[in-house]
């Protein structure tokens, strides 16, 4: 679906086809929201949907702060990822996977491990811990270490409701987004919609199969790898 018929199905949702009593300016920050729920609903499943890549230099460090320093992102624009100076659209939501790349094969040379806690931090050999706007390593680098992250949505997505721009990828499942804002709605309306949210639970389960099985053989290839290793 593109960002009209989004917003046409929202309205439709509501039973509030004209402006008379929900405004654009009110449509866009419910289908905003909507948005911003599926993004998160979709990263949770399968975190690599949205992912962008950005990478940044370490001088023999240990902490590199997202809101005082630029990032080269994979368009080779720079900005910062987080802080109030973040770039527009770039700021991040989610961070998937730190790690040096190889700048001739592209391919990792060192992954680092995500950990929770200072000690845990501290006890680890390539691990790292996102503590406010800063990156925390367990050790000293000096090198290139390359991110790859969630940002949030484009901050001017849902200005021009006309559009007939594609929201993203996941055409099948744009209601969804209208069902979300019209979930919102339903909150500052204070009338409870059960048919609606009996239909977001229907297509919050298609979405999660969806996803799963959008590689077709995906899920196959992890009953067989599970089989070998029960049976080797």
Excluded: C
């Excluded at 370490?58 to 990822?81: H, P, R, Y």
């Amino acid at each position: 679906m593109n960002i009209k018929e989004t917003a046409e199905l929202f309205r439709a949702y509501i039973d509030e086809p004209d402006a008379t009593f929900v405004t654009d300016t009110d449509l866009k920050v419910f289908l905003a929201q909507g948005y911003r729920e599926f993004r998160d609903i979709v990263t949770r499943i399968q975190p690599e949907t949205y992912s962008t890549g950005a990478s940044f230099e370490m001088s023999n460090q240990a902490k590199f702060d997202f809101s005082t320093t630029n990032v080269t992102f994979d368009d080779l624009a720079v900005g910062k990822i987080l802080g109030a100076s973040a770039t527009a659209s770039r700021r991040l939501v989610k961070l998937i996977s730190v790690s040096i790349v190889d700048t001739t094969s592209q391919m990792p040379t060192t992954i680092y491990e995500p950990v929770t806690s200072a000690v845990a931090l501290e006890r680890s050999w390539n691990g790292y811990m996102l503590v406010g706007e800063k990156l925390v390593f367990s050790g000293n680098i000096n090198d290139t270490i390359t991110i790859a992250y969630v940002p949030e949505q484009s901050s001017t997505m849902w200005d021009n409701l006309a559009s007939t721009a594609v929201v993203d990828d996941l055409t099948l499942y744009h209601d969804i987004i209208a069902l979300l804002a019209s979930k919102q709605y339903a909150i500052r309306d204070g009338a409870f919609n059960p048919p609606l949210m009996d239909q977001l639970n229907r297509r919050l389960a298609d979405l999660q199969e969806g996803l799963v099985k959008r590689v077709v053989d995906a899920p196959q290839y992890v009953q067989r790898v599970l089989e070998a290793n029960e049976y080797s």
